[in-house]
């Protein structure tokens, strides 16, 4: 089944996930106007146009939905006042939603290329502060899969923020990851500075097999 969960965050947010297979067209899924436009891209950017609209359709109740995005590359439902936004990885798509609060999400798939770009998104202070954390974030017994889960936390925390402050255009730089704290072996809470306006947040993370998601309300 390719729907993996719908989950009521609070009586306002709710967030989804969904993962790719072959039952799942873009025919079945999207209006003519999203269709028409997506039946010209690659494979890839179909499947991911799919599972997004299926899993927004499951979400809502009913399709007929179109995503459209500001010029900051945020994404909007339109005609609707629901926040929402969307994440896709290797054979995985996520959508939270809001009838209240500006929300965003990331989600990545699971593997060591995040260990080989680790210098290119991480301050000096959050490489120094990982390495404490290496034996208190134990979401895998494989230490190798641990490192690389725990590098996807501060990589998925930093794309999060730079899509709810998306008309700041931030860098990765300019986001600071201040604590990652565990609230079981899959699921824990993350605080982020925008270092810029020295505003912060609190994200939930949750982990699994494949993937580690972030998302903020």
Same mark, same amino acid.
């Given at each position: 089944?390719?729907? @993996?969960?719908? &989950? $009521? /965050?609070? &009586?306002?947010?709710? @967030? *989804?996930?969904?993962?790719?297979?072959?039952?799942?067209? /873009? &025919?079945?899924?999207?209006?003519?106007?999203?269709?028409?436009?997506?039946?010209?891209?690659?494979?890839?950017?179909?499947?991911?146009?799919?599972?997004?609209?299926?899993?927004?359709?499951?979400? @809502? *109740?009913? *399709? *007929?939905?179109?995503?459209?995005?500001?010029?900051?590359? $945020?994404? /909007?439902? $339109?005609?609707?006042?629901?926040?929402?936004?969307?994440?896709?990885?290797?054979?995985?798509?996520?959508?939270? @939603?809001? /009838?209240?609060?500006?929300?965003?999400?990331? =989600?990545?798939?699971?593997?060591?290329?995040?260990?080989?770009?680790?210098?290119?998104?991480?301050?000096?202070?959050? $490489?120094?502060?990982?390495?404490?954390?290496? +034996?208190?974030?134990?979401?895998?017994?494989?230490?190798?899969?641990?490192?690389?889960?725990?590098?996807?936390?501060?990589?998925?925390?930093?794309?999060?923020?730079?899509?709810?402050?998306?008309? &700041?255009?931030?860098?990765?730089?300019?986001?600071?990851?201040?604590? =990652?704290?565990?609230?079981?072996?899959?699921?824990?809470?993350?605080?982020?500075?925008?270092?810029?306006? +020295?505003?912060?947040?609190?994200?939930?993370?949750?982990?699994?097999?494949?993937?580690?998601?972030?998302?903020?309300?």
């Amino acid at each position: 089944m390719p729907l @993996l969960y719908i &989950e $009521r /965050i609070d &009586e306002y947010t709710q @967030l *989804g996930t969904w993962q790719f297979d072959a039952c799942t067209h /873009i &025919e079945d899924v999207c209006p003519p106007e999203v269709y028409n436009r997506a039946r010209t891209m690659c494979n890839n950017r179909q499947k991911e146009t799919a599972a997004v609209y299926a899993l927004l359709n499951e979400m @809502l *109740g009913r *399709g *007929g939905w179109i995503i459209d995005h500001e010029d900051s590359g $945020r994404p /909007i439902l $339109r005609h609707s006042d629901m926040e929402i936004g969307i994440s896709h990885t290797k054979n995985y798509a996520s959508i939270i @939603l809001s /009838i209240r609060n500006r929300v965003a999400v990331d =989600i990545e798939y699971i593997s060591d290329r995040i260990c080989k770009i680790e210098d290119k998104f991480m301050r000096a202070d959050e $490489r120094d502060y990982s390495q404490t954390l290496y +034996g208190k974030i134990n979401v895998s017994s494989d230490a190798y899969i641990n490192k690389a889960c725990i590098l996807l936390l501060f990589w998925c925390a930093k794309e999060t923020m730079y899509k709810y402050y998306s008309d &700041e255009h931030l860098a990765l730089q300019d986001i600071k990851i201040e604590q =990652i704290t565990s609230n079981s072996i899959d699921n824990g809470n993350i605080i982020c500075q925008n270092a810029l306006s +020295g505003e912060t947040k609190t994200l939930v993370y949750k982990v699994n097999d494949c993937t580690v998601l972030t998302y903020l309300v």
